[in-house]
């Protein structure tokens, strides 16, 4: 893990951490790269609807799971979150978005 200046302009302000891995800063590098955002991180909600897997532990909570849309489709956005009340037999949560259509 390392920690780096993270671009708020492709990822929004409300990370659950602040320390990324490799794989965290290639997909900041590929939604620059393609003009997206990162939508996950765009909207402010308690750290338990951010995160959207829970380790094997049971303690430990990650936001692993994003949604990436082009930057020109933010205004159509309302909401992004995870629900962790959803039974899908995963240790992942479901990612909801709302757009307005």
Known sequence: ?????????????YILHSLMNKNGFQLIEFAV????????????HKDIHKSTQRSPDGVTFN??????????HKPNLTDVRSYRGA???????????????
């Not at 799971?65 to 930057?71: A, M, P, Q, V």
């Open 63 to 72: 936001q692993i799971d994003h949604l990436l849309i082009d930057r020109r």
């Open 87 to 101: 039974n899908i037999n995963s240790d992942h949560y479901l990612v909801s978005a709302c757009l307005r259509a």
């Open 33 to 44: 790269s393609q003009n997206m955002i990162i939508v996950s991180t765009f909207h402010p």
């Open 1 to 13: 893990m390392r920690k780096e200046p993270v671009n708020f302009h492709t990822t929004g302000n």
